[in-house]
């Protein structure tokens, strides 16, 4: 049961991943396209590649000839991963969930168009012109994201004339890869974003954990929280949907199924073929195995009879502040550590820069406790940790 895990991206997931694994003994190379990265400090090897790069992700496949090769972010050149499959190695989930998620394109037309998921309404633009025209069909305000991006990088909101031109040029230069076209998506009326962790596995059936609520600034994620309110109908209907994807994907591992609920019901929004960033809550001991521990087990194939609520629990991004340094200083710690039913995990990144993420505050109390009250409680810790 000993596999050699090839992780392609080393960022907090990535490092909260290798901990899991190596907590059952598996042997990890962290690659990543910089070095100490946050996956590399904890992992038995690391490698430093521009994973755009076919002939580089090539060599490091060859050099290591890993069991299992998992990637972690977007930025990938994914198509390689099918030459991977027909050598024999295993690619989670799959080489074709990697590829249709990676890119928001074949992911909105599977959901849409294939399966008959409900989604807002949305066109593509590759020109200014195009992007004129499509904000013009869509109506404002529409929310607009490169084909290929994390953490809101290009995300923007198109509110009114005046923002058409910015929200292109943010969108088409905020993008990973080499995608020229953007997606502009009509803006759904929703009362609560949540996050379905979706669970396949190889010789079981598909398990969802209990819903996370979660709130984002700027496209990212910022807050997240275990349980979420939702009706019986909705989260049926959400699991309904969130199966059907998985399993016209393919693959075994953990899923961030991401659904707007609004009045009319509940819409696809985005799938991650991974750990989820709002998932960072099941840090806070909210489950029997928390979404890193899930994801490494359906993987390896080892059986998961249940996924069972424990707490209740809410997190809490730590952000950078507004100067860049390749020296990050941490202060406030001693006090965000006073709180009760609480904890901190920092990411353990070389540098910061403007909003960029740097840890996550994270409180939990009984299953029945209230997720507001937790929500201001891990936001008054995260609070306290300063980072410049």
Same mark, same amino acid.
């Given at each position: ?57 090539? +060599? ?30 295993? #690619? ?8 249709? @998620? ?6 909105? =037309? ?5 399966? $008959? ?22 109506? @404002?305000?529409?929310?607009? +994201? ?16 005046? =923002? ?8 088409? @230069? ?7 076209? !953007? ?7 929703f009362f609560t974003e949540i996050t379905l962790l979706t #669970? ?28 979420? /309110? ?33 009045? =009319? %019901? ?18 806070? %001991? ?31 991004? !730590? ?12 202060? $406030? ?31 939990? =109390? ?15 810790? /995260? ?6």
């Open positions: 049961m000993i596999k050699k895990i090839l992780l392609l991206g080393s960022g907090e997931l990535g490092k909260e991943f290798v901990i899991a694994a190596k907590r059952l003994g598996q042997y990890v190379i962290a690659v990543d396209s910089y070095n100490n990265a946050p996956a590399q400090q904890v992992a038995d090897e690391r490698e430093v590649i521009n994973m755009l790069s076919g002939d580089e992700l090539d +060599k490091i496949v060859a050099k290591h000839e890993p069991n299992i090769i998992v990637p972690e972010i977007e930025a990938i050149r994914t198509e390689r991963f099918y030459d991977y499959e027909k050598q024999g190695y295993q #690619v989670v989930p799959s080489a074709r969930a990697a590829n249709f @998620t990676m890119n928001r394109k074949a992911i909105r =037309d599977l959901a849409a168009k294939e399966l $008959g998921l409900k989604t807002a309404p949305y066109k593509y633009a590759s020109t200014l012109d195009d992007f004129r025209s499509a904000v013009k069909e869509i109506g @404002t305000p529409c929310v607009v +994201k490169p084909l290929m991006s994390s953490s809101g990088k290009g995300q923007s909101v198109i509110k009114n004339e005046d =923002d058409i031109d910015k929200a292109w040029e943010y969108a088409s @230069t905020g993008g990973r890869g080499d995608y020229n076209e !953007v997606i502009i998506e009509g803006f759904i009326n #669970v396949t596995q190889k010789n079981g059936k598909t398990l969802f954990c209990p819903p996370i609520g979660h709130r984002q600034e700027r496209g990212d994620y910022q807050e997240s929280w275990q349980p979420c /309110a939702i009706s019986p109908e909705h989260l049926s209907e959400a699991q309904m949907m969130a199966d059907k994807v998985t399993r016209a994907l393919t693959g075994f591992g953990i899923w961030g199924v991401e659904f707007f609920l609004a009045s =009319d %019901g509940v819409y696809f929004s985005e799938l991650s073929p991974r750990p989820h960033d709002t998932g960072m809550v099941t840090l806070a %001991g909210t489950q029997n195995f928390n979404e890193f521990e899930l994801h490494l087990r359906a993987i390896l194939g080892l059986d998961i009879p249940e996924i069972t609520l424990e707490r209740a629990g809410a997190s809490a991004v !730590v952000l950078a502040g507004d100067d860049n340094s390749n020296q990050p200083v941490y202060t $406030g710690l001693e006090d965000a550590a006073k709180y009760p039913k609480s904890d901190i995990k920092i990411f353990g990144k070389p540098n910061t820069r403007r909003y960029r993420r740097m840890g996550v505050a994270l409180a939990n =109390d009984s299953p029945d406790a209230s997720t507001d009250e937790l929500r201001k409680k891990a936001k008054e810790i /995260a609070g306290k940790i300063n980072v410049n």
